[in-house]
């Protein structure tokens, strides 16, 4: 959207967004001035939700989502048609038992009813207040027409919603009640009465309903107490019969003695194979085995008694022979080898060979006696450990069995344990629970401020915007064309100039030009007429022509008054201008203006035209026939040149594009060409296809938006 655009057009029309806001707040200054006043009372609830001093016990964390679902669903119960209802009956019998003062004055209906039948109304609807019975259209059948008789003094549900304001603020403790109405009496009664009636009622719902549910839990209770007796007594009586007392403790013990057993029954094994081990090596001892025991060998006996012989020869022979050194060397080697054999054989035979065998022969009767011990014992042992196998294959089904019996009974317990549990919750919830009390009663009080100034402010500033709607609503929907970029955007091409609209009945381009008076629009129009033809001077110049064609979409876009003022505009600068046009009367005035037309069928056929000061003109037939109907295209060309030749620049005014079939030829002899396109002119379907064969044009140099409006131009 173009909003330098639409602000020209809310400029525009700047009076209706005077006039209207001004004529709205006037009609509601006089309809607001009298106005009745309102007064508004306000009592206050507290609720003990959020007040830590109203709580016995305290619970802890405070859950912020429960407590704004309880504020909610209090809020909900006051706003019920139900405490409305209440309400209603309240405020009835407050008007029948106070004729001389109630808060609003008799409707119609109720005040056609005599004394008698009011004292009846006033005893019906106390009936229906103590019953609580709720007010619908069905009571109109009754002996008074009871639903509309309240409505009729605006005490209906209805009425009496749309005024009564419930608030809560987050985080308080406290539930606001307001009321507004003409009566502050009205007001402060509607507020203190909802607040009492909904508390009674509130009060007496959650009592019942608290009542309901603990006889619920109580008898879920019982239920669930006795169906835990009954598993606790079926598990007694199976230990009882079973001669079970604690299967658990008995299994581990009798668990405990068979390890023990066994483990003296892997140590007396032990002992019996350690003992006929050692049996064993006691016997291989005593058989000669152990050097220890055996003593010396009785050939080193004889050895040595044999080199004691020869110790004793060798002496002899020592003597005899003088003491020979030979003997004496044989005699030393006797005696050193005779020790040698000696020590070793005191060395072998330190112990008593008959002491060591005593010994071991006792060791092998102690082992014996002990191996006999073991094996006694492990007969003992293996009876002992069949007797308390036994017993314990006999406990492992009277495990299972029991496990069961515990198993529902412990599930009985806690699901007894649970509902005790939540009935004691809720009991001490109806004792401790929820404590509603009229926090502050509300009271009569001073009218509240007018909102006559915020009505009349509200009715101007609602029109402004309603204007403003109003406005942008057109705009959008107004598909007109009114300025370059708007025309260059939906052609496709470049626009070249724009030409104000000349307004008045004076339109003659010489009274134009020659004004001397201090008039914008036509100042306007020379102006921006001479800047087209500075950018059509410069194509042509650019491109070295000199037939210029000037067409429109459509008929009456201003394209002949168009190509009559670039003529003069052109002859202005000098130029000896041809202008080819249709057949109009033209001005008679020398000098600039343009001068008596001559005829261009004429021409084509003698080849002859009369060249006049600056402008010639040559009027095209009225009827609209083919160019080359007229002469083929070689007399047109050669025509043409003969003009080409005679003037500086050439201006053709074509016909439309709606006349296609005449507009093509006549753009076959133009070297350029524009178009002309009315400003706030909207674009047609047919207009497209023909800004397709102008674009597509050779020659086409671009548009000319025309007939602009001058305050826009400024």
């Not at 009622?201 to 309903?209: G, H, K, Q, R, V």
Request: net charge neutral; proline share 2%; charged share 25%.
């Amino acid at each position: 959207m173009d909003i330098k655009l639409f602000l020209k057009l809310v400029n525009r029309y700047k009076w209706l967004l005077m006039i209207v806001p001004v004529i709205a707040a006037t009609v509601t200054y006089f309809l607001t001035k009298n106005l009745p006043k309102k007064y508004r009372s306000e009592a206050q609830l507290s609720t003990g939700i959020l007040d830590p001093s109203k709580k016995l016990v305290s619970s802890g964390a405070t859950d912020f989502f429960a407590v704004s679902q309880q504020f909610s669903g209090i809020i909900e119960k006051l706003k019920a048609k139900k405490i409305l209802d209440l309400l209603s009956y309240h405020l009835m019998i407050h008007d029948l038992q106070n004729s001389s003062r109630p808060f609003r004055s008799y409707s119609k209906q109720l005040d056609s009813l005599n004394e008698e039948q009011k004292i009846d109304l006033l005893n019906t609807i106390k009936a229906r207040l103590s019953k609580k019975s709720i007010l619908t259209l069905a009571d109109n059948k009754g002996k008074y027409r009871l639903y509309d008789i309240i409505n009729n003094m605006g005490y209906g549900e209805e009425d009496l919603a749309d005024k009564i304001e419930i608030s809560h603020v987050e985080n308080s403790d406290f539930i606001d009640i307001g009321f507004v109405s003409e009566n502050p009496d009205l007001s402060a009664y509607v507020v203190n009465t909802l607040a009492a009636e909904f508390i009674h009622n509130y009060s007496s719902d959650i009592n019942t309903n608290q009542n309901v549910s603990l006889g619920v839990l109580d008898s879920l209770l019982k239920q669930k107490e006795a169906v835990m007796n009954e598993k606790n007594r079926a598990l007694s009586e199976f230990k009882r019969t079973k001669g079970v007392l604690n299967l658990d403790e008995q299994s581990a013990t009798v668990y405990a003695q068979i390890s023990r057993y066994e483990v003296e029954r892997t140590q007396a094994l032990r002992e019996i194979q350690s003992s006929r081990g050692a049996i064993a090596v006691i016997e291989g001892k005593l058989r000669g085995s152990d050097p220890y025991v055996r003593g010396s060998s009785r050939n080193d006996n004889q050895e040595i008694i044999r080199l004691k012989r020869q110790l004793e020869n060798a002496n002899a022979s020592y003597i005899d022979n003088n003491f020979n050194a030979r003997d004496q060397k044989k005699v030393d080697s006797l005696t050193r080898i005779i020790s040698e054999k000696s020590a070793r054989n005191i060395d072998e035979n330190v112990l008593d060979p008959r002491t060591s065998k005593q010994g071991l022969v006792q060791q092998k009767l102690s082992l014996e006696i002990a191996l006999q011990q073991a094996k006694s014992s492990i007969k003992t042992l293996d009876n002992q450990l069949s007797i308390l196998r036994g017993r314990y294959k006999n406990m492992v089904p009277f495990d299972a069995d029991i496990q069961n019996y515990q198993r529902e009974a412990d599930l009985a317990t806690k699901e007894y344990m649970a509902a005790l549990d939540i009935y004691n919750t809720n009991s001490a919830k109806q004792k401790l629970g929820l404590q509603l009390q009229i926090e502050q009663y509300g009271l009569s009080g001073n009218p509240e401020p007018s909102k006559e100034v915020l009505y009349i402010a509200g009715a101007g500033l609602s029109s402004v915007f309603l204007c403003f709607s109003f406005l942008l609503v057109l705009f959008v929907s107004d598909k007109s064309i009114t300025t370059v970029s708007q025309l260059e955007q939906v052609t496709g091409s470049k626009a070249i100039g724009v030409i104000n609209l000349i307004e008045g009945n004076d339109r003659e381009v010489r009274s134009i030009w020659a004004n001397k008076n201090k008039n914008i629009n036509y100042q306007n129009f020379k102006d921006l007429l001479r800047s087209l033809r500075f950018e059509i001077n410069s194509r042509l110049d650019e491109r070295e022509t000199k037939i210029l064609g000037i067409t429109s979409l459509v008929d009456g876009e201003g394209k002949t008054f168009l190509a009559y003022s670039l003529a003069y505009a052109f002859a202005m600068t000098g130029k000896k201008i041809l202008l080819i046009a249709d057949d109009q009367p033209l001005p008679t005035t020398g000098g600039k203006d343009l001068s008596i037309s001559q005829n261009f069928q004429k021409f084509l056929i003698k080849k002859e035209v009369h060249v006049e000061d600056l402008i010639t003109v040559m009027n095209k037939t009225t009827e609209k026939n083919s160019l080359f109907e007229i002469q083929n295209i070689k007399n047109l060309k050669s025509g043409f040149d003969v003009l080409r030749r005679e003037f500086d620049l050439i201006i053709i005014d074509i016909n439309s594009l709606g006349e296609m079939n005449i507009t093509k030829e006549w753009l076959l002899f133009t070297e350029q060409t524009v178009c002309v396109y009315e400003s706030g002119r909207a674009l047609t379907n047919a207009d497209k296809k023909f800004i397709e064969v102008i674009n597509s044009h050779p020659g086409f140099i671009g548009w000319i938006l025309n007939k602009y409006k001058s305050d826009e131009v400024a």
